[in-house]
């Protein structure tokens, strides 16, 4: 896990609770401490908004994505920074717009009332504006390859985690930064 910090009265009562033979050689420090992680996507892993917005995105010159995340305790959040065409970086309200064309939206509305990670997806995408609706079908993709990288639960236990992460769209290779910046809400 990238930088993580466990809840230490929930360590410790959960170490007063198993077999010291499974527990770590060194208990958690409390403090934020950092694990490199790296892994690698597969396309046709990925849901069907995220598979339609990646290869839309690809077609249009996309070839990295930077997102944030941050999980623990009830929630874990995937947060679009960017996405990289060539050398230059556009912000993901730029690149919604630039993808706004074509039959693109109308797929992702259909795709998302199939499976989508928001609940109400079939309403949501239908009554948002097509610039809305690839936003919605970006951070859906952010937070597929955070789920990747991280674990389908990186939101839920007794700990806190945030970091930062480049996915490169031609390769699948996801590479997580050391050098994340702390959220401001992290005491």
Do not use: C
């Not at 401490?33 to 010159?61: H, K, M, N, T």
């Not at 930077?66 to 060539?86: M, S, T």
């Not at 230059?88 to 630039?98: F, G, K, N």
């Not at 919605?136 to 937070?143: P, Q, V």
Request: proline letters at 7%; aromatic letters at 10%.
């Amino acid at each position: 896990m990238p930088f993580f910090r466990v809840d230490l009265d929930a360590y410790e009562e959960l170490a007063a609770e198993v077999d010291p033979e499974f527990l770590p050689e060194k208990p958690p420090s409390g403090e934020f401490e950092y694990e490199p992680a790296s892994g690698r996507f597969q396309p046709e892993e990925l849901g069907p908004v995220s598979r339609l917005v990646l290869d839309a995105l690809r077609a249009a010159g996309a070839t990295r994505f930077r997102v944030r995340y941050d999980g623990g305790y009830d929630e874990g959040f995937a947060n679009p920074e960017a996405l990289i065409f060539g050398e230059e970086a556009r912000s993901v309200d730029e690149a919604a717009r630039d993808l706004g064309a074509g039959d693109l939206v109308p797929r992702l509305r259909e795709a998302a009332g199939r499976k989508s990670m928001w609940g109400n997806a079939a309403e949501l995408y239908q009554e948002a504006s097509p610039e809305q609706s690839l936003r919605f079908a970006i951070d859906e993709l952010a937070y597929d390859l955070a789920s990747g990288l991280l674990g389908g639960g990186f939101g839920t236990g007794e700990y806190q985690l945030y970091g930062a992460f480049t996915a490169d769209l031609v390769s699948g290779e996801i590479i997580d930064h050391p050098d994340a910046p702390k959220p401001d809400t992290i005491h």
